[in-house]
């Protein structure tokens, strides 16, 4: 028997062995397997089909939202334990290096798993049997510098002694991940103390642990990774059609070069102006527009029922029919013609949230005032920290994604509350939340010919600090 497959046999009579006790060992341990539990939990939806590799008796996927889910382990003794104390799941006994299920999965977990593992690389390279183009990767690990800690805790029995594993960092994840055909898009640590001691746990790990510096030390490490797209734009040109989102008020001037400023692209486009509370004429400058355009597009037009662009969004993609959901600004800063990239962006699956940012390129004169400009930039560093995730223009107004997303968004808007103004928090968060890739898209950000902005600065600038706030503890400190 070569070495390979002596290890292999090695680890499977441990865990053969382990099946019986790790129920009871599980429980004592709640704490640990818990938070790991409750973090990954947070990106699965409902609805979602979830596999787990390496499920052993079950405990996390039984703890999870997922419509269907199912476990794969290679010990027989597991599996049992899992059926027995789980019967509504389903279990099998199956090698992670030979993967034969035929289904795609829309969540595949392997948690604490990947140290254990005699050749990473191939298990992640048999994932793509059960992935679509959509689906998310979440790895679970120990951070590598604990391991002299968790070597000693071994020694002294305060941790169950386990087999000899790998100890991988960050990069090494994301490394072999790309090298079997995943992108990494995001990933966080968290834990700074594995055992529950009330209120002492508690501000380790919920607080201190998630603080720059202090997540660098902490014991347990989340890489999310998503297949890498190989769909060419020739594929997908004409695969989506999309809804362009023009939320307009004071902007009558505007309106006509929204229309023939726009490009095509993709199966078909649908336009929807939402006028808001103008003192102009641009309710009828629209309907105007709509009756002129109406053999060469696809307009529809409605007054939004409150007030704010984000109710604006939200009554404008009430009516959306389309597979694709954009928003365009009726000043026209951002440019129409640069819509088509973020399409193509999306429908290659290079995100699933494709947020347009202005601080890439060199802006017009007039473009952006400069205290706008640093309230940016510094919203540009709480926000990519809060969202894990490189955000450098939250407030830029083009925001793209598919329309079913939103839909999932919606349904689970409670979870953050209503009560953003301007929509784009209420999308990044929601996006968050659907545990989307998040993709800055730069565009040219322009001076506006006509109108005046509707953007408080001090105002509106409040009104962000305490959304980040908010979210912060529904977020980070959850």
């Known amino acids: 028997m070569d070495i390979y497959n002596k290890k292999k046999e090695?680890?499977?009579?441990?865990?053969?062995?382990?099946?019986k006790t790790r129920v009871k060992y599980r429980k004592k341990k709640s704490y640990y397997w818990d938070s790991i539990t409750e973090y990954c939990d947070f990106f699965i939806h409902p609805e979602s089909s979830v596999l787990e590799i390496g499920c052993g008796t079950g405990e996390l996927l039984n703890k999870i939202s997922g419509q269907y889910k199912t476990g794969i382990d290679?010990?027989?003794?597991?599996?049992?334990?899992?059926?027995?104390?789980?019967?509504?799941?389903?279990?099998?006994c199956m090698e992670a290096e030979q993967i034969q299920i035929d289904r795609k999965y829309d969540v595949i977990i392997l948690s604490n798993l990947t140290g254990y593992l005699l050749d990473i690389q191939s298990v992640f390279e048999e994932l793509h049997k059960v992935c679509h183009a959509e689906t998310k990767i979440i790895v679970t690990y120990y951070n590598s510098s604990w391991e002299p800690f968790i070597k000693f805790a071994e020694f002294i029995g305060i941790k169950k002694k386990g087999p000899k594993q790998s100890w991988i960092s960050k990069k090494d994840m994301a490394n072999l991940l790309y090298l079997s055909?995943?992108?990494?898009?995001?990933?966080?640590?968290?834990?700074?103390?594995?055992?529950?001691?009330?209120?002492?746990?508690?501000?380790?790990?919920?607080?201190?642990?998630?603080?720059?510096?202090?997540?660098l030390?902490?014991?347990?490490?989340y890489t999310f990774a998503q297949p890498i797209s190989k769909q060419s734009k020739e594929k997908i040109e004409e695969e989506y059609s999309t809804t362009v989102l023009i939320p307009a008020r004071n902007e009558s001037g505007n309106i006509e070069n929204a229309i023939l400023r726009l490009p095509k692209f993709g199966k078909h486009i649908?336009?929807?102006?939402?006028?808001?509370?103008?003192?102009?004429?641009?309710?009828?400058k629209i309907q105007e527009m709509q009756k002129k355009y109406e053999t060469t597009h696809d307009i529809k037009a409605i007054q939004q029922p409150g007030k704010g662009k984000g109710d604006a969004v939200r009554a404008g993609y009430d009516i959306a029919t389309c597979d694709i959901l954009m928003i365009l600004d009726a000043d026209l800063t951002?440019?129409?013609?640069?819509?088509?990239?973020f399409y193509y962006a999306l429908a290659q699956n290079q995100g699933g949230f494709i947020n347009g940012t202005r601080l890439i390129y060199p802006m017009e004169k007039n473009a952006m005032r400069f205290l706008n400009t640093l309230g940016n930039k510094f919203f540009s560093i709480a926000f990519s920290w809060l969202l894990e995730q490189p955000i450098?223009?939250?407030l830029c107004g083009t925001k793209v994604m598919f329309r079913k997303d939103y839909l999932r968004l919606a349904a689970n808007r409670s979870y953050f509350g209503d009560f953003d103004p301007f929509g784009d928090f209420d999308l990044l968060f929601g996006a968050f939340k659907l545990n989307l890739k998040i993709i800055d898209m730069p565009i040219r950000y322009q001076e506006r010919i006509y109108g005046d902005t509707n953007i408080s600065r001090f105002k509106h600038g409040l009104l962000l600090l305490k959304m980040w706030w908010f979210a912060l503890f529904k977020i980070k400190f959850k």
């Open 74 to 92: 290679f010990s027989a003794n597991m599996v049992e334990e899992a059926k027995a104390q789980f019967p509504d799941i389903e279990f099998i």
């Open 334 to 341: 951002v440019p129409p013609e640069q819509l088509p990239k």
């Open 10 to 19: 090695q680890l499977k009579s441990y865990f053969d062995l382990a099946a």
């Open 392 to 394: 450098k223009d939250t």
């Open 181 to 215: 055909g995943f992108e990494v898009y995001k990933q966080n640590s968290s834990m700074l103390f594995p055992y529950y001691i009330p209120l002492i746990s508690g501000f380790l790990n919920k607080f201190l642990s998630r603080l720059p510096l202090f997540n």
């Open 217 to 221: 030390l902490a014991l347990n490490q």
């Open 270 to 284: 649908e336009i929807i102006f939402v006028e808001g509370n103008s003192t102009d004429d641009t309710w009828e």
